[in-house]
């Protein structure tokens, strides 16, 4: 099946590579589907069915929590800013600029 996640020719690619581009791709297909169920759920007035929108946005979001953590797993860099980002209760755009200074080589 051909796609379009690859900028450069596949096999020029080494399979870490592959694996990390398939991984962003799934990152990205997840958070589509988490703001789809969104916008469904908001409009849907059946209890039973945004229910089950519900619960099926829940696995989305376990999804790409799993896939952003193989991706940080392979990538500390990326780990090392995100800890100064989320979960904290400062300004995000000031605490995502210091994070960004503090990692630069």
């Not at 379009?4 to 080494?14: A, D, I, M, S, V």
Request: aromatic share 8%.
């Amino acid at each position: 099946m051909a796609t379009t996640q690859y900028h450069e020719p596949p096999q020029e690619l080494p399979a870490e590579t592959r694996t990390f581009a398939r991984m962003i791709t799934s990152l990205i297909e997840e958070a589509e589907a988490i703001g789809w169920y969104e916008q469904r759920i908001t409009v849907e007035r059946d209890t039973t069915a945004k229910a089950i929108m519900k619960n099926a946005q829940k696995e989305e979001f376990k999804h790409f929590g799993m896939d952003l953590e193989f991706l940080l797993r392979r990538t500390p860099k990326w780990r090392t800013i995100l800890k100064e980002i989320l979960f904290t209760s400062g300004d995000i755009v000031e605490e995502g600029e210091e994070a960004e200074e503090d990692t630069k080589d």
